[in-house]
């Protein structure tokens, strides 16, 4: 194992708090069928892959989901919110740990993303911490819906890899979801499992970062 000097962090559950139990209910409410099918933490319905992809808009995901659901009187203002509701929030000292590590590290955010989610983050951070986006805690941040790529697709690794000149060996990957870390360690990197209970700060430990 080669010393780490790189940290690459997903933004769901390893920076930002979701809960996927409270978005499935939201949709329950909504009216779709089959919930675990269509949207969980290893499956989901292709229309969330095209989302974070940017390869649909925002308009055009509320539409869909009114034609999953049926009812065509929903409101962009109720889909939003049921979406929405995956997002907790950031915890108090998260961001103190993001500028630790980028202090002593080069790091990167990798995150799947999408327009709406984006915008609720972004406001959040804003509203709670006063901080107007994530791009001073890192050297540079990728978001899945700006370029064009998510994970575990390799190729969003591999631009990674290639604007940065990153060496896989030498960068730790953190993310909450095990497909995820999975393809990363074909390409090379360290991983580590961020979880409810080794979340980011007992990984710093962990890791002696």
Not at 94 to 101: A, D, I
């Amino acid at each position: 194992m080669q010393k780490i000097k790189n940290i690459i962090l997903d933004y769901g559950n390893v920076i930002f708090m979701i809960d996927f139990d409270r978005v499935q209910e939201s949709f329950r409410r909504l009216g779709i069928k089959n919930i675990d099918d269509f949207f969980g933490h290893r499956t989901q319905n292709p229309l969330f892959d095209e989302f974070d992809r940017g390869e649909i808009t925002a308009s055009e995901f509320r539409a869909r989901i009114r034609h999953i659901v049926g009812d065509s009187s929903l409101t962009d203002a109720a889909i939003d919110e049921a979406w929405n509701s995956l997002l907790v929030g950031v915890p108090p000292g998260r961001h103190g740990m993001l500028e630790y590590l980028h202090d002593k590290y080069r790091t990167f955010l990798l995150s799947n993303n999408n327009v709406i989610h984006y915008s609720y983050c972004m406001g959040h951070i804003r509203e709670v911490y006063g901080v107007e986006s994530n791009e001073h805690f890192f050297e540079k941040t990728y978001y899945s819906h700006k370029v064009g790529l998510r994970k575990p697709d390799k190729a969003i690794f591999q631009l990674l890899i290639d604007e940065n000149n990153i060496v896989p060996e030498q960068t730790l990957f953190i993310d909450d979801s095990p497909q995820h870390l999975d393809k990363a360690m074909e390409l090379g990197f360290q991983t580590a499992l961020c979880t409810t209970e080794e979340p980011l700060e007992l990984l710093i430990e962990k890791f002696s970062l």
